[in-house]
């Protein structure tokens, strides 16, 4: 049914994600079940179920608090809007990642749309389709230390450009939500030609995928955070991009920057930082590294771009 390209990215970013998410599952239960939240503001997407799906949306937290989603059969957006006074008219759209698997709702969510509001920036947090799992936790738990012995056998030279193939649902549901921020603009104060989209991990690679396959969701920029490093097929029309990835990466690190060349080859703007530690899926930064530094750079790479100021 999926493309080689899909089948790798599934089991490498399974394999290291999930391995990330839960990393004592093979010894004590991490995952602690929750009622689905009723999230405020959540607004169905309208873009269908999933093939296969046995189970419906559920969730757990780990011992931190930080909360997952796995199962997700109906794709939603939720607002996290700033106050108004403090509004620029920027939005973005944010995909958290989670091996399309799951989905990191705070550290890769909640938590960077808050961040967005607080400078001014409409955020949109994308409850995107997953890949159906277990409607067991305990079982997702069993599968989840399985993928773990496989972490770095797999190969993740990922390609975007492969991947597509297999992402459908998650780029019907993008292309919704950039519809839905455009169509609602002058309610949330947007400015529709300054939306953009950043997405991490599993999330970059949604971010990545829609922007070469459905170049006409226009993105004002995207971010790619600790997302594949591959070279793909540069549109056209393709946006800046601000890309992010740690060197001690264990899934994207040491594996070259085509994605990166490819952008400058085609003329396209582009800002990369990597940073020295940090590993993968590090939200807005690990304590102890130079990582959260990347937020601010991202903020002041608005700025310089003109995001930051008052849309007129």
């Known amino acids: 049914m999926y493309g080689s390209g899909f089948r790798k990215l599934l089991c490498s970013l399974a394999g290291l994600v999930l391995s990330l998410a839960v990393p004592a599952a093979a010894q004590d239960s991490k995952m602690i079940a929750i009622e689905t939240p009723a999230i405020a503001g959540e607004i169905p997407l309208g873009?269908?179920?999933v093939d296969g799906s046995q189970a419906g949306e559920s969730w757990y937290r780990e011992p931190d608090g930080n909360r997952f989603a796995r199962n997700v059969v109906s794709a939603t957006l939720t607002p996290v809007l700033p106050d108004p006074a403090k509004a620029n008219g920027t939005a973005v759209i944010v995909a958290p990642g989670?091996?399309?698997m799951l989905l990191s709702m705070d550290?890769?969510?909640f938590k960077v749309a808050r961040a967005l509001a607080d400078r001014g920036i409409a955020?949109?947090?994308l409850k995107y389709r997953l890949k159906p799992t277990a409607p067991s936790l305990a079982q997702f738990e069993k599968d989840v230390a399985a993928r773990m012995s496989d972490v770095g056998s797999a190969d993740s030279r990922l390609s975007p450009d492969e991947a597509i193939a297999g992402l459908g649902d998650q780029i019907a549901d993008a292309k919704a939500a950039y519809a839905l921020v455009r169509s609602r603009a002058a309610e949330w104060h947007v400015d529709p030609s300054r939306v953009?989209?950043?997405g991490f991990s599993a999330g970059a690679m949604t971010t990545m995928?829609?922007?070469l396959a459905a170049p006409e969701v226009n993105p004002a920029f995207i971010g790619p955070i600790y997302g594949s490093m591959e070279a793909v097929s540069v549109p056209a029309d393709a946006p800046p991009m601000f890309a992010v990835i740690a060197s001690d990466d264990?899934?994207?690190g040491h594996k070259g920057f085509g994605l990166l060349d490819a952008w400058q080859a085609a003329g396209k703007p582009v800002e990369f930082h990597m940073y020295e530690h940090g590993g993968h899926g590090f939200g807005l930064g690990r304590q102890g590294t130079t990582s959260p530094?990347?937020?601010d750079a991202f903020m002041l790479w608005l700025e310089v771009r003109g995001f930051l100021e008052p849309s007129a």
Request: zero cysteines.
């Open 47 to 49: 873009t269908g179920g």
């Open 98 to 100: 989670g091996a399309f």
């Open 107 to 109: 550290n890769e969510g």
């Open 123 to 125: 955020a949109f947090v």
């Open 196 to 198: 953009g989209m950043i």
């Open 209 to 211: 995928v829609t922007t």
């Open 250 to 252: 264990p899934l994207f």
């Open 293 to 295: 530094g990347w937020f």
